[in-house]
């Protein structure tokens, strides 16, 4: 399911480059179902890059999908002609460093669809950093997982308060059932690790106490009165 729902943010027709493809369903998945036109599966590793090797030689797709053993973005090439770019299934950190040092390589019209496993906050920053839009967000929870997909298309400068860095700006004015179930379960959790450090009285940096007071402060201001109810 969240691979399908990602496969739904790349648009039809597009050029598109999988990049930590694994086995490389999502590219197969749409070269099959005829929404795409060509894709490269970018892998660093060795086991998934033959895995993803296998899955499109299986289907007979050696012609519209490149595989690639390459690290992020290097996996590229300015004739692939690239219109969507999907990272999924790794840290939000991760995702960013790999933006951030293939930034070379985007072209700008590219079309973002991130699938981050956490570590949302610092990926949305750099988009807003590098003129990133956030254009769809969505959420959904899988094997008792949330899982968060973030779609963005660079639109020259654009500012999020930090509150929208950490919730997701659409996910903000949505607010689904899903998201509020997250952040419910999230305060729940952040709420009982604040009291641990208090009881502990552990030797926690004051910095990382004082980023998770904000950061309940900020879900409860969130939630409202819906954040009573969790206690
Ligand atoms: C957990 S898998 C996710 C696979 C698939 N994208 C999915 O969402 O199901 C993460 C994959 O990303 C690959 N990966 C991690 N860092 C990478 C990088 N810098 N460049 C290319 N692939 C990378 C790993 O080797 C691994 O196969």
Redesign the pocket.
Known sequence: M??ER?AAHVPTGAYLA??????G??PVALIRRRVIAAAVA????ST?YQSALRTVHENGLGQYIAVRL???LA?IEPQDRITAI?????GGA?IRD?LQSGKARLGGQERLVL?PNGGEQPLRQWLMDNGYRVVCEELLRENRFDYEIIVAERSGPVVYTPEQLYFGPLQMQARSPAFLLKWQRLLRLKQRTLKELVHARKAVPEEKRQTLVQQVEWIVALLGSTAETTR
């Not at 999988?18 to 086995?23: L, Y």
């Not at 999907?86 to 790794?90: E, K, N, Q, R, V």
């Open positions: 969240r691979l990602v999988d990049i930590g493809s694994d086995h369903y999502l970018g892998e660093v590793a998934p390459a690290d992020g996996a999907s990272i999924c299934g790794m991760t790999i699938q």
